[in-house]
């Protein structure tokens, strides 16, 4: 009789495929194979254990039609998988057709068994057959399936973002215990040839833990894209029969194991524990939430106070360490206070003094609604927070200011999913505000959580003015190096004047002598050259250079360039690979000057008491267009702060006597030739310059 109700429900099973075909959206159909597995898990399991009492020949096609609608309901959701994965790698038609295949052979092969039954022999407690008997072909066939199984998991498993995989894991840690079963159980019938009574015990065990792991997670995270809402009152009222099943259910299957193998009471509760353990630990380990809840456990009832204060103040002070933008303040408080409070929703605002204040950051998981909206300098909430450690939601006992901004801001704190909002102070000054969601803990922020925020808010906030101070500071040198430029801007422009005005004097008495008219000629030609000197500056300043374009063999003119680079200089020395025939379209008048800047800073830099060496080779980029000047010396390189774009900034230098703007100046021009300057260290030693410009026959090509 019961052999028959396992038939039932096994087809029962089978013909729940069927409803496959009228749901039309692929989370449905996950949802239906989900509970497919449910219910075959818990099937196959009890029939294990059946045959575990009753093993015969008789139920050989019991057991290959129960374990052949498992291979294909598992199938089915590895299929279903791979289509949530959005990574299909089965045709949807075709895996339809062996769907109906499959289990039109299974349904065959079932009718085949029970009328002819098998080759198959009980002996010593184990059904024995030959390598021609359908059971063996059966096994190779339910392997081959789990390996289908086992690979839809991991693409679905790397299709999964971070926060997915926090859903699914312990689905996946379920699925891969029953694929892992099957996968031993087959190999073990495909090599030795027989199906040991034993086997069916441990096999049912493993099934039910992989049912509770899947189970556990289709409920916890509701895959089933379900909503479940239950009175507390049933469930404090089921909370006494649970723990009361869980007990007998333990003492059920202690006793069973006892009774099976013949062993004692305390051996059996030793490997329990120690298997409980183990699980406990493997828990640990992998979930971070876990280790949350037992951190925020310990704090809370083992030690007067939630925090060792000292350790999180040192601990954002070596995050500080370094912090030279608001961008690193911030970033050191947000891991702070992650690490710290047990909250995942994370807000903060920093003061701009025209507008109030902005939102700086928001923490991953902030859920805001509508936006994070800023706050002007006259909310009621910063006059509040002027004279109180925080507000707080669910103050125990709210004054009459309190509840002032309670009613302005309830909209504001529900939109934002904030319950505590923490100034930054600095003396009389809040330079920023924390918000922060409600605990995951579920439970309340109390006196050590705000001690803790007053503690590293104004740490926090000593280090974020430090770090305005300092850009203020660099702001007022580079107006200072500005006001020094135009010292020698008006400097030049003096002496030009003059002698411009010497010469007006002296003219009336002395036009008429031929040396007069010589001095006065090179008079005005010096005082042409100063202000044309002048105006070169000032036209690099305003970005006003007009290139006068030529085509030009970029070999022939660096040649030519360092020849005289090498006369002025005898401590230096030029190699060269620069190929002729590379025309370029460019401003030799332009370009020369950067080429000189460049090989005159390595030459003042240096190479440590070595000859300087400049390594100059020219390449032709034909993908791009683009002829490629690299220009690299044997010096002690570039410092890391100023790469890769620092350098070239106005005033960035680590020269002693450098001002910081032949760099610059250099980029300036190359950009006015429609080029690129880059640097870099290289790993020998020494730094390399890279200039990209245009080659001739592609800006032909480009203006037609």
């Given amino acids: 009789m019961i052999v028959h109700f396992f038939y039932a429900l096994n087809l029962l099973l089978l013909l729940s495929c069927l409803i496959t075909f009228r749901l039309k959206k692929k989370e449905h159909r996950f949802s239906l194979s989900l509970l497919q597995i ?4 818990p099937l196959l399991s009890g029939e294990y254990i059946y045959f575990f009492y009753h093993l015969k020949p008789e139920l050989i096609p019991l057991l290959l039609f129960s374990e052949a609608i498992f291979t294909l309901l598992w199938i089915i ?7 949530m994965s959005g990574a299909t790698v089965f045709k949807n038609r075709f895996f339809i057709l062996s769907q109906i295949f499959a289990g039109t052979v299974l349904i065959v092969l079932t009718v085949y068994f029970t009328i002819y039954g098998t080759t198959t022999r009980l002996i010593n407690g184990s059904l024995v057959f030959t390598r021609h008997d359908p059971i063996f072909f059966y096994s190779i066939f339910l392997l081959a399936s789990i390996l289908v199984a086992v690979w839809s998991l991991e693409l679905f498993w790397k299709s999964l973002t971070t926060s997915q995989r926090w859903e699914y894991k312990v689905l996946i840690l379920g699925a891969c215990m029953a694929c892992g079963t099957f996968g031993w159980v087959s190999s073990h019938r495909i090599t030795h040839h027989k199906i040991v009574a034993g086997h069916f015990l441990l096999l049912a ?6 049912w509770i792991f ?6 916890r995270h509701r895959l089933l894209n379900r909503k479940m809402f239950i009175s507390r009152k049933i469930v404090y009222t089921a909370v006494a029969p649970s723990v009361f099943a869980a007990y007998l259910i333990i003492l059920g299957i202690l006793s069973l194991v006892m009774k099976t193998f013949g062993f004692s009471l305390p051996f059996v509760l030793l490997w329990f524990f120690f298997f409980l353990g183990i699980v406990a630990l493997g828990l640990f380990i992998t979930s971070a939430k876990l280790r949350r809840r037992m951190h925020f456990f310990i704090s809370t009832h083992f030690y007067i106070n939630k925090y060792e204060y000292r350790d999180e103040w040192l601990a954002l002070s070596s995050q500080l360490q370094g912090a030279s933008t608001e961008t690193d303040v911030i970033n050191a408080l947000q891991q702070i206070l992650t690490k710290s409070l047990y909250a995942t929703h994370l807000i903060i605002w920093l003061e701009d003094a025209e507008s109030g204040y902005k939102p700086f950051a928001v923490s991953k998981k902030a859920g805001v609604k509508w936006g994070i909206k800023k706050l002007a300098l006259n909310n009621p909430l910063i006059q509040y927070l002027k004279t109180n450690l925080c507000f707080y939601i669910k103050e125990k006992e709210p004054d009459g200011a309190w509840k002032n901004v309670m009613e302005q801001l309830s909209d504001f704190m529900t939109d934002h999913n904030l319950v505590l909002i923490s100034p930054l102070f600095i003396g009389d000054r809040i330079v920023g505000l924390i918000g922060l969601g409600p605990e995951f803990t579920g439970g309340n922020y109390g006196p050590d959580d705000f001690d803790l925020l007053t503690a590293v808010g104004t740490q926090a906030a000593s280090a974020l003015l430090a770090v305005q101070m300092a850009e203020k500071l660099a702001h007022i040198r580079e107006i200072e190096v500005w006001d020094k430029l135009s010292a020698f801007v008006l400097h030049d422009l003096k002496n030009a004047a003059t002698i411009l005005s010497l010469v007006r004097e002296n003219a009336p008495a002395h036009i008429h002598k031929p040396e007069f008219q010589q001095d006065m000629l090179e008079a005005v030609d010096d005082s042409l050259g100063r202000m044309a000197k002048v105006q070169e500056r000032l036209s690099m300043i305003k970005g006003e250079i007009t290139p006068v374009w030529q085509n030009l063999d970029l070999g022939i003119l660096l040649k030519d360039h360092c020849r005289h680079m090498v006369k002025k200089s005898e401590i230096m020395e030029i190699n060269l690979n620069c190929p002729t025939g590379i025309l370029v379209h460019t401003d030799p008048e ?5 080429l000189e800047n460049l090989l005159l800073n390595a030459l003042e830099v240096g190479a440590g008491g070595k000859k300087t060496v400049a390594k100059i080779n020219l390449l032709q980029d034909d993908f791009h267009g683009e002829a490629v000047i690299e220009i690299t010396d044997n010096g002690p390189g570039i410092e890391k702060s100023l790469l890769p774009n620092a350098l070239f900034e106005p005033f960035k230098t680590t020269k002693p006597k450098g001002g910081g703007v032949g760099l610059w100046q250099g980029r300036q021009l190359i950009k ?11 790993i020998q030693g020494g730094a390399q310059f890279i200039i990209r410009l245009p080659m001739a026959d592609v800006v032909k090509t480009e203006n037609g």
């Fill in 77 to 83: 959701l590895a299929y279903q998988l791979d289509k």
């Fill in 590 to 594: 332009l370009l020369r000057p950067v």
């Fill in 38 to 41: 449910l219910g075959v898990l």
């Fill in 672 to 682: 006015s030739l429609k080029g690129t300057i880059s640097a870099k260290n290289i």
């Fill in 214 to 219: 899947m189970g556990y997670a289709i409920v």
């Fill in 205 to 210: 065990l493993f099934l039910i833990f992989a």
